[in-house]
């Protein structure tokens, strides 16, 4: 379990699995061999008197301990997403500091879960159900349970004395991981379980035979990347992401509304990954990049005209009453949108902040939108935003 003169680092949640691996290591390593790294999220009565029995179990012991809590409030969105960056965000920060390995309980059960999952979202992965040994936020993360079933890790505690407790939420079918371990997982024969096994291995070395494909190709040119067939590209581009973030992946769908976009012959395009990142062609080049805020500007236009800048095409030179501008407008001023802009639409008044929900502009857009202000400060008009939209030549006044 533990190579000569590592340093251990566990995962201790202080249920059964990651109770059963603490004394599991604490019999071959000795309480030197490792320290244990434990988050309480607060979000059960029981959490803290759990954190409480964890910490006097290791003092008991002579384990090192390591503890954040978490006083935020994480909403109900995302939560399992949400939870699991604030455990690897602090497994990393302790990490740092001289360990080689992090150890995780997972265990045969969440192996085949994974995996069912993934079929059911449809998922596009680098590897079906879990890894033994893998990369996350730049830490060697092993799991050494992964061939022990969870009724199997339950019955060592017993049978060890081992202190432990039972997550009711993980009791109830609110999550899909849930409901798959409740009602798929928990009912297995151990051959239902072993052609499981066999699925996933095959799964994964059909993976690896479309990986040695994609491999010969240069995934930062643009006509060799969609010179694969749909599914080569979509495993591709997602390996093109992850070269730049590993928790980052984009759906089936989208991918191959990228791979249409790219076959065209526009020279310049920009896919919006997350808030974070956006994957660019440059002609031939194709490069995932970091979203940098926008700066806001504010330009003023003392009399009818032209402005060109780097956010906004603008020509008043003529009739621009379709903007609401007139003579006696000037100066006027073109600004980034504020939230709290409000915006006359017909006989009442709206938000920026509204309309781009209502608009459906995408949040990269939103902080360099911009804003008309006449020459009293008042708000008089705002481009709609159409993601269909396209440059007439006698447009007047647009978004870059």
């Not at 781009?356 to 008089?380: A, H």
Request: charge should be positive; aromatic fraction near 10%; include cysteine.
């Amino acid at each position: 379990m533990k190579t000569k003169n590592s340093k251990i680092l566990l995962a201790c949640s202080y249920g059964p699995d990651s109770m059963a691996l603490f004394d599991m290591l604490l019999k071959q390593v000795g309480n030197n061999g490792f320290e244990v790294a434990h988050v309480n999220y607060r979000l059960r009565e029981e959490s803290d008197d759990e954190t409480k029995s964890l910490i006097e179990y290791c003092d008991k012991n002579n384990v090192k301990i390591h503890v954040l809590v978490n006083n935020k409030d994480l909403g109900k969105s995302n939560l399992e997403a949400k939870c699991r960056k604030i455990r690897y965000e602090f497994f990393s920060s302790i990490y740092k500091n001289g360990f080689d390995s992090l150890y995780v309980a997972h265990n045969q059960d969440d192996l085949i879960e994974t995996y069912l999952m993934q079929k059911q979202r449809r998922n596009i992965v680098e590897f079906y159900g879990i890894k033994q040994k893998s990369r996350v936020f730049g830490m060697n993360v092993v799991r050494p349970l992964l061939s022990y079933k969870k009724s199997d890790l339950l019955k060592y505690c017993e049978e060890n004395n081992v202190p432990y407790a039972i997550d009711k939420t993980n009791l109830e079918n609110t999550f899909l991981r849930n409901r798959i371990r409740h009602e798929i997982v928990e009912k297995l024969s151990d051959l239902e379980r072993r052609k499981f096994f066999k699925e996933i291995a095959l799964k994964n070395k059909e993976l690896d035979q479309i990986k040695k494909q994609i491999k010969i190709k240069n995934l930062n040119k643009v006509d060799e990347i969609i010179s694969l067939n749909d599914h080569e590209f979509v495993i591709a581009i997602n390996m093109l992401i992850k070269k730049h973030s590993k928790e980052v992946s984009i759906s089936k769908k989208y991918a191959l509304e990228i791979k249409k976009a790219l076959q065209s012959d526009k020279p310049n395009l920009e896919f919006e990954i997350n808030l974070f990142l956006t994957l660019v062609k440059s002609y031939n080049d194709l490069k995932v990049v970091e979203n940098k805020p926008a700066k806001p500007y504010s330009y003023v236009l003392k009399k009818p005209g032209v402005l060109d800048t780097k956010e906004f095409f603008l020509d008043f030179s003529k009739d621009s009453s379709n903007r609401n501008v007139y003579l006696d407008s000037y100066p006027i001023t073109i600004r980034t949108a504020k939230a709290n802009d409000q915006i006359k639409i017909k006989d009442y008044f709206k938000s920026a902040r509204r309309l781009f929900i209502d608009w459906k502009v995408p949040k990269k857009l939103r902080e360099k939108w911009p804003v008309i202000l006449d020459n009293t400060g008042k708000v008089v008009y705002m481009p709609r935003y159409q993601a269909d939209f396209k440059v007439e030549p006698n447009t007047n006044f647009y978004v870059k």
